[in-house]
Every structure is written in C-alpha cells, then in structure tokens.
C-alpha cells in the first residue's frame, strides 16, 4: 500500500469542521478489561492515565499510554485492557456524572494509582456541506504522545475539567479533544501514514463532485461513466485519477462505502437486514451477507445482536 502525503491544499484540515463530543468516562482499576462493543458512527478514546493495549475485533491490539488518541471506525468492535502498571502520578478521582458522561468501572477494587482512564466520545467530520466523511475510513487512526507534538498537552487540562467541573467544562473538554483529534490527523499525514489515504480524495476539487454524490447515498446506481460526468472527465482519466490518490479503484471505493454504511445502519437502526442491503445499493440479501461478512468478519444478523455498547 502506498503512502500518503499531505493533500494538495494545505489548507484542509482548517476547513474540516470536526466535532468530538463526549459520551463516557472509562475507568479500569488493575489488571483488566473493559469491552466498548460496537458503535453506529466513529467513536475517539483518549488515554488520561494507565498503559496497556487498545483491542479490536479481529485480534489487532494497539500499545497504548498516557497521551494516545485512539479513532475508531463504525462497526469495529473494540476495547480497552489495562496492564495494572503503576503510572507517575496518581490521577485524580473525576466526576463524570457532573458532565452528564456515563462511567463505566471495569476491575475490583478502589480507585488507586494503578487505574486506566479515557474519556471516549463520537466523532463527526465534514466539508462543507459534504457530510459521512467519518465512513470514509478504514481502520483506526492512533497516535501515542511522543508521535505527535502537542498530544499530551490535552490530558492534564481535561484531567482538570474531570476532576473539578464548572460551568463550561463540557464545551471545554470538546475543545480539548477537537484539539487532540486534529493533531492526530496533523501526525498521521505527516508520516504518509496509508489510513489517512482518504484526505486526498477531499481535497481534489476535480474529485470532489463524484466523492460527494458516493457519500451523499452510496446505495444509488453509480458506475464509472456516471462518475466521471460529475467530475467532467473521461472514464479512463477518472479511473486513472482517483487511483492514484486514494490506492484503489472507484468501484472498489463504492464498495467498501456501502458496507461501511451498512454497519452503522446495522448498529444505530432497527431496519430489517433486507431493507439495509436494498439502501446500500445489493439486489439480494445472499450478495450482501456474503460482502458484508468478508468485509467485516461477522454477518450482518450477527452485528446486529452484537451491537451493544460498554461491557459488550
């Protein structure tokens, strides 16, 4: 896979509008695990205190610290295991409920310096006026304090927030984690990082017509020749174009799109599964399971029963 280098407008990540707003406070007191099962949209997890891994569905797992930002597609099923290592400093006891965040508690024990903590929250991005960029990735972006300037700044002040809410502190914690999630994208594309190989297609504006049409209902009747009218190309320059920025092909593109997709109406809905595979653009629920299952490890009927939240 080749690498990514940063878009030819310099200036996109200033015009994505990026919200991240919390939803829980996870705490895990010792040697233990705690599942966040499966989300409809992307979900960011940001380490306060604690070492161990971040895990995923498929057997993947990330070290993790003090200072790492996790962002997780739709329909990953993740979660978080604390090593029970003493960290350098004892964090503070937090009030979420003050914040109107849930707190999930994994481990026995009291609270002591041996504790995991991250606040997760949803994440949504967009370019004006182009919406569901979020389902445009892939797999989890993840950076660690020392891969990116200035991400470790984030956990003393939000431990603040946490620890001592005032009026303000939940807009204030949003912007802490806008902050964070931006200086991932920052890392991330300066390393020529291959999961952020979607920031290219955005920034193109010859691209950008066809890109917005896939987002906007990716279940409609898109081929190539289609595509490539809203970009006012040929054919073979569209194809030729838009897989020399992105690493694959349109049509692979719009596949992966729809499945994407599929996952979070899986997950948020209540839609029957055949209804789900008509909206994402299949003919027959066969083709679909078959796709989605090979896509994501799992059949859709199977997500769905599994698309419960902390502790799953």
């Known amino acids: 896979m080749k690498a990514v280098h940063a878009p030819d407008s310099p200036d996109l ?27 409809g949209g992307a979900t960011v997890h940001y380490v306060l205190s604690g070492s161990g891994r971040f895990l995923f569905g498929r057997g993947e797992s990330l070290p993790i610290r003090a200072g790492s ?55 949504t991005v967009s370019l ?6 979020v389902d445009l990735l892939r797999a989890p972006i993840h950076s660690n304090a020392d891969e990116a300037p200035g991400l470790a700044a984030g956990v003393e002040a939000l431990l603040a927030e946490l620890a001592d809410p005032a009026p303000g502190s939940r807009a204030m914690i949003r912007a802490l984690l806008l902050q964070c999630v931006i200086r991932l994208f920052r ?35 898109h081929g190539i020749e ?28 719009l596949r992966a799109l729809r499945l994407a997709r599929a996952a979070s109406l899986l997950i948020a809905g209540s839609e029957p599964v055949d209804r789900v595979a008509q909206r994402v653009g299949f003919a027959s629920r066969s083709a679909f399971t078959r796709a989605f ?17 902390v502790g799953s």
């Open 13 to 39: 990540l200033d015009r994505l509008e990026i919200v991240a707003d919390p939803f829980a406070l996870c705490e895990l007191r010792g040697a233990c695990s705690l599942g966040l099962g499966r989300d």
């Open 69 to 123: 930002l996790v962002l997780v597609p739709a329909g990953l099923a993740h979660s978080l295991r604390n090593t029970g290592d003493t960290g350098p400093a004892r964090p503070p006891a937090c009030a979420p409920a003050e914040l109107r965040l849930a707190h999930h508690i994994a481990g026995a024990g009291a609270a002591g310096p041996d504790r995991m903590v991250a606040i997760c929250a949803h994440a």
């Open 128 to 133: 004006r006026g182009t919406y569901g960029i």
């Open 187 to 221: 890392a991330r594309l300066r390393a020529g990082d291959p999961v952020m190989r979607w920031m290219p297609l955005l920034a193109d504006s010859r691209l950008r017509p066809a890109l917005d049409a896939l987002l906007a209902d990716p279940g409609a009747p």
């Open 226 to 253: 289609s595509l490539a009218a809203r970009a006012g190309m040929s054919r073979s320059s569209f194809a030729a174009r838009f897989a020399a920025l992105h690493g694959t092909g349109p049509m692979e593109f």
């Open 293 to 309: 299952t090979a896509h994501h490890g799992v059949s859709p009927a199977a997500m769905r029963r599994a698309a419960g939240g």
